[in-house]
């Protein structure tokens, strides 16, 4: 009896910290070198991502594309939301449709973690690029030049993907390891045991260059 007691005593607490946003609209969002406008996507209602025109000379870099969420500050827990990704129009070559979730954002935006999904490489024709699917870096000292260069293949990998399709993530974190969950999935798509940014923080929706995304349903549990 007194089993079952603890076991729904804290079950409760992991229900009574959890938020839900719908993100249906912008408002509550804080956003930094992106716009953000009320959408409904292949039969879902959320918010549309994308970046904001920078003025000439602008220094800012591509890795704060963020729409920050005004929460608590984050450390420990799990973070779920659907999303989805594509290419831009008059995206360049390069562009991936970059979608995904950073967190631990620094109160200054000087440093960060995210996973993201490159959704055009799920079924390219091409291998090496499927086993860059799915990747992890850390802002500003381990971008993914950095990480693919130093340690292939440790922080990426394949994961099945369509372009412009809502797809489900969950990112686990605690302490210094992370997990990220794609599609609903038991097992872990990707496995970090040695997460750069172990302070506490704020968490954003995130888009890399040239990047048309769409966001619903977040989550965040501690």
Do not use: C
């Not at 930094?32 to 870099?61: D, H, L, M, P, Y």
């Amino acid at each position: 009896m007194m089993y079952r007691t603890l076991f729904l005593t804290t079950a409760l607490v992991w229900t009574a910290t959890a938020q839900t946003f719908p993100l249906t609209s912008p408002d509550g969002l804080k956003l930094v070198n992106v716009q953000a406008a009320s959408a409904e996507f292949k039969g879902k209602k959320g918010i549309r991502v994308t970046e904001a025109a920078r003025k000439e000379g602008a220094s800012g870099r591509t890795e704060e594309n963020l729409a920050i969420l005004t929460t608590p500050d984050f450390q420990d827990g799990v973070l779920e939301v659907e999303v989805a990704g594509q290419p831009g129009g008059g995206a360049g070559g390069g562009a991936r449709g970059f979608v995904g979730v950073a967190f631990r954002i620094a109160s200054d935006r000087s440093k960060f973690d995210v996973f993201y999904l490159r959704p055009t490489n799920g079924r390219a024709e091409d291998q090496v690029r499927r086993n860059h699917s799915a990747q992890y870096v850390s802002f500003p000292d381990w971008p993914w030049q950095r990480l693919r260069k130093e340690f292939p293949e440790k922080y990426e990998t394949y994961v099945d993907l369509v372009p412009g399709e809502w797809t489900k993530v969950k990112i686990e974190v605690r302490g210094a390891k992370a997990r990220l969950y794609v599609h609903g999935n038991a097992q872990p798509t990707l496995l970090i045991d040695d997460v750069k940014t172990l302070s506490k923080g704020q968490v954003a929706l995130w888009i890399g260059p040239g990047t048309d995304a769409h966001f619903t349903n977040l989550k965040i549990s501690k």
